[in-house]
């Protein structure tokens, strides 16, 4: 599978670190986490599962907002139609 490199502040980094789960790998935490954030909205019809490489087309620009770290503006949202 080809893989992704996508910049993560030292925050992130952190954060994701912090709410790993006992043996769960740093990547598999990132996505889990990056799941849950982008489900948090009701706005939109929710995927059932969000895969590796897949995800918003706009997720290393907004990943805090994704975390829920930062909120998101009025009227901001993903660019990614079925990103939520």
């Known amino acids: 599978m080809a893989r992704r490199t996508v910049y993560l502040p030292g925050s ?13 790998s740093f990547s ?19 995927p059932d ?6 995800g918003p087309g706009d997720l290393s620009m907004n990943l805090e907002k994704y975390l829920g770290i930062k909120p998101w503006g009025t009227g901001e949202g993903s660019r990614d139609e079925g990103a939520r």
């Open 49 to 54: 599962w969000i895969g590796v490489g897949e």
């Open 12 to 24: 992130i980094e952190a954060l994701v670190r912090e709410r790993a789960r006992e043996g769960e």
């Open 28 to 46: 598999g935490a990132l996505v889990r986490l990056v799941e849950q954030g982008a489900l948090s909205g009701d706005d939109q019809e929710r």
